[in-house]
């Protein structure tokens, strides 16, 4: 089914993975708008594509029912060929389609981008395993997450990241 400007949204299998709840229905991103705002977010590392994933802005429920996931695909010439690239995001799809609707969380943009060699390399299996630790990752807390503050960047207290004052 396709709503005009909205993308494209898929219907995931009837019951989740523990069948005690349906899953989520994803929607596929299309707008460069929507890329920004899941590159605003989280980002995880996986051994095949790189995660990034926004909370939503409103709270997630609505009252009307749970809100589509919405999710994206890239994949750079550094990729490889066309050919290449399109079997890569084959395959983030096909992952997408299986774990997000079960492990995913409602109103939440993610995006998942190719590696070079090893998202066409690796196994499924692995990279499915791969994906649900990256999701658990991303829906921590920030009070649970372990931020390393990066050289030159202001800490919230407005110190330098590089250990002493200047």
């Known amino acids: 089914m396709q709503e005009a400007g909205k993308g ?6 009837a019951a989740g993975a523990d069948g ?5 229905p994803l929607r596929v ?4 708008a929507e890329f920004l705002r899941a590159a ?3 980002r995880v590392h996986g051994s095949g594509f790189l995660l990034q ?13 749970p809100v589509p996931i919405d999710v994206g695909f890239t994949a750079s010439k550094r990729v490889g060929n066309a050919v290449r690239r399109n079997r890569a995001k084959r395959r983030l ?17 993610y995006v998942l981008i190719a590696k070079a060699g090893s998202t066409e390399s690796l196994p499924f ?28 960047r202001r800490s919230k207290s407005g110190k330098e990241g590089r250990g002493e004052d200047r």
């Open 29 to 32: 991103m299309r707008k460069r």
């Open 53 to 65: 994933a926004h909370p939503p802005e409103g709270g997630g429920e609505e009252a009307a029912g």
């Open 40 to 42: 605003r977010g989280r």
């Open 125 to 152: 299996l692995a990279l499915r395993k791969d994906l649900v630790r990256a999701l658990r990752k991303a829906h921590r807390s920030p009070e649970r997450q372990r931020w390393r503050q990066r050289p030159g």
């Open 93 to 109: 799809r096909a992952l997408a389609r299986e774990v997000l609707p079960v492990h995913g969380r409602s109103g939440w943009a």
């Open 20 to 24: 005690n709840h349906a899953p989520l």
């Open 8 to 13: 494209r949204t898929v219907t995931p299998p």
